[in-house]
């Protein structure tokens, strides 16, 4: 039986290759996974064992299995979090998805729909907001805050009270130093180090990371 809910069933939404990823976690956490909900996979009766539900997970809201959970498994931080506040809105119970190997200080804080992959980190009074991503071998330090819907990829390290903030994307193997604030929407490339403070929906890459585009910008352009 999970320890982070009484739910004792799971309904995944997303089975792409994260969906499967995440059935393998929540598997090995001890949930039954009875369905992916992922109309892009319609017609295939079932993947690694988990039978296919072939539906939007929205149009199942209405009739939400009794004693079932839902994990939401999209890539795209924007559309999972979006997803996270139709299943709030609809009082769907969202899972939290700790692997067995990671490492979770009983002082973190973890928001429903937060996930933990394999041999990833999260130390003292770190907090993991809705429906965030610490991915594999990833490290979240003692107080650091990752804001609901962001992403720390797989070998990524936030330092001692780094913020992540809302939809924001830390890329493979980078490292945020200490206390440095990335705003929401934003994108860190894979390998940079962030040394100074990212504005919201900036994208930086590089040691020292420097910029190279800024959403805002784009939007503003047309
Ligand atoms: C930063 C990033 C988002 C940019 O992607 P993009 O918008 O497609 O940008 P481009 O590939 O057009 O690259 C733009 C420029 O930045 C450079 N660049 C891109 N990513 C870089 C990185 N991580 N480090 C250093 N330079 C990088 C490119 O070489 C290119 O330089 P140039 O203009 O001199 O040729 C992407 O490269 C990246 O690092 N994504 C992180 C992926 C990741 O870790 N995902 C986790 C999945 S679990």
Not at 1 to 9: A, F, Q, Y
Not at 11 to 18: F, M
Not at 90 to 107: G, R, T
Not at 111 to 125: D, I
């Given at each position: 039986?999970?320890?982070?809910?009484?739910?004792?069933?799971l309904?995944?939404?997303?089975?792409?290759?994260?969906g499967?990823?995440?059935?393998?976690?929540?598997?090995?956490?001890?949930?039954?996974?009875?369905?992916?909900?992922?109309?892009?996979?319609?017609?295939?009766?079932?993947?690694?064992?988990?039978?296919?539900?072939?539906?939007?997970e929205?149009?199942?809201?209405?009739?939400?299995?009794?004693?079932?959970?839902?994990?939401?498994?999209?890539?795209?931080?924007?559309r999972?979090?979006?997803l996270?506040?139709?299943?709030?809105r609809?009082?769907?119970?969202?899972?939290?998805?700790?692997?067995?190997?990671?490492?979770?200080?009983?002082?973190a804080?973890?928001?429903?729909?937060?996930?933990?992959?394999?041999?990833?980190?999260?130390?003292?009074?770190?907090?993991?907001?809705?429906?965030?991503?610490?991915?594999?071998?990833?490290?979240?330090?003692?107080?650091?805050?990752?804001d609901?819907?962001?992403?720390?990829?797989?070998?990524?390290?936030?330092t001692?009270?780094?913020?992540?903030?809302?939809?924001?994307?830390?890329?493979?193997?980078?490292?945020?130093?200490?206390?440095?604030?990335?705003?929401?929407?934003?994108?860190?490339?894979?390998?940079?180090?962030?040394?100074?403070d990212?504005?919201?929906?900036?994208?930086?890459?590089?040691?020292?990371?420097?910029?190279?585009?800024?959403?805002?910008?784009?939007?503003?352009?047309?």
């Open positions: 039986m999970p320890e982070n809910t009484s739910e004792p069933s309904i995944i939404a997303g089975a792409g290759g994260h499967r990823v995440c059935a393998d976690v929540a598997r090995r956490a001890g949930w039954p996974v009875t369905g992916f909900c992922d109309p892009a996979f319609d017609g295939v009766p079932d993947i690694l064992g988990v039978a296919l539900l072939g539906v939007r929205i149009d199942l809201f209405a009739n939400w299995p009794r004693d079932t959970a839902l994990f939401i498994a999209i890539g795209d931080n924007t999972r979090l979006a996270a506040d139709d299943a709030r609809n009082d769907i119970p969202l899972a939290v998805l700790v692997d067995p190997s990671a490492v979770v200080s009983p002082s804080v973890m928001a429903p729909g937060a996930l933990v992959m394999p041999n990833a980190t999260v130390n003292a009074e770190a907090v993991i907001g809705r429906a965030a991503v610490i991915n594999t071998a990833s490290v979240v330090e003692h107080g650091a805050r990752v609901e819907g962001a992403h720390v990829a797989p070998g990524a390290c936030m001692g009270e780094s913020v992540l903030g809302a939809r924001a994307l830390l890329g493979a193997h980078a490292t945020l130093l200490p206390g440095i604030h990335v705003g929401a929407g934003a994108t860190v490339g894979a390998g940079a180090v962030v040394t100074s990212v504005p919201e929906r900036h994208t930086v890459v590089g040691i020292p990371a420097r910029p190279i585009r800024n959403l805002q910008l784009v939007h503003d352009a047309g």
